[in-house]
């Protein structure tokens, strides 16, 4: 921001008696932190995120500090401490595995001394340093920009954030439009805080985001991918695809998959993908775990089985089909958000193993039980049942299965019409053997 676009704000100190912040619910390695930098004569303040959440009754499990020391003084402070960043230099006291992050007031203004980047409108580059005050104004959202002090254990605002915590609003800070520009992700982030906290996006906050959510296209695939993760595996996925979409955000981030949803006529791919995403968040609550590969093989699903039906329409056959439609989604995603290939191969072993849950001959009732990606590969095809009621038959039979000692799913299987599928499955023709020189069977398809 400008100086001339700058918000101006008053100090509001709220004393210990009126919040609900208590030490106890402090990470007792951020506490050290801020004591060893008063005692050491510099200003330091527990701030962002943790203040807002402890502030709604939530617990944090970043406790992140600012402070008037640079980098190089808080490093000398702390043995246990590494400094990191070149776009935002920012110092990490080392606690085993609990990382208690230490920045440096950053000011708004650049000095001149190449500190402080701009590119196309982005910010690329901030280590102009400077107070307080500048700190505050320079954050994204008001209710990230509340301090809280061991010195008399006060929150202090500068910004109205105090106010908006307990309004529950996600404000921008200066000018929306300006702030985007700045920096696209912002977009993502607000639709995130307000879906994990319970909050609004303020009117003025949200009006800009349709008309630039087509910015977020140059953010880094890489950040996308963290911010894709943080937003839909931390227990608010249905209520964040939902902010996407009412934002104009999901149709840039996924545009296959929302062109999908917008031509299914009967919704039944969106009720999956919004099934699939509250089951992700039942997950989260309850500790279990969950992976980036099932998530993403459900909010592409619609993508991939649009391209899919896509290739039979131009006479692929079924097998090539899939596999062409796995990769070709998979390949046109990673250049908004970057899945890993650790992700995005079993997302397609999800998605390749569906067909064979209508075949139940023998050997391949035993080769899909023994498949390595048979458990999400089954728990996506319970998630399909919802949306399509006819693969009841193939779910109740694969659920008894796994339960079933092998020698018995073996006499069950004898005693059944060989090659028995449900109706409707797609017939998949059988492959001869070609061998190679040395008479091995090198062109059989692995299943």
Known sequence: MSESTQPQFELRVIPREQHCISRKDISANALRVLYKLNEAGFSAYLVGGAVRD?????????FDVATNATPEQVKSLFRNCRLIGRRFRLAHVMYGRDIIEVATFRANDDDGTGGRELEDGRLVRDNVYGTIEDDAIRRDFTANALYYTVEDFSVRDYTGGFDDVSQRVMRLIGEPELRYREDPVRMLRAVRLAAK??????????APMPKLAALLSTAAPARLFDESLKLFLSGHAHKGFLGLEQHGLFKVLFPESAAALASNSNGALRAMVLRGLANTDQRVHEDKPVTPAFLFAVLLWPAFCRELARLQSQGVDLVQAQQRAAD????????????????SIP???????????ALRQRKRVFRTLAHPRFRAAFDFLELRQEAAPELSDDVDFWREAQGLPQEALAERLSSAPDGKASAGAPKRRRRRRRRDASGSGSGDRQE
């Not at 402890?54 to 970043?62: I, N, T």
């Not at 906290?197 to 949200?206: H, I, Q, T």
């Not at 070709?328 to 992700?343: E, K, M, N, W, Y």
């Not at 397609?348 to 849950?357: A, G, K, N, S, V």
């Open 54 to 62: 402890l502030l709604v009754g939530g617990h944090p499990k970043d």
């Open 197 to 206: 906290l319970g909050f609004e996006v303020d009117p003025a906050a949200a």
């Open 328 to 343: 070709r989604v998979s390949v046109h995603q990673a250049h908004l958000i970057a899945l890993p290939r650790r992700f």
């Open 347 to 357: 997302m397609q072993e999800i998605w390749l193993m569906q067909p064979r849950f």
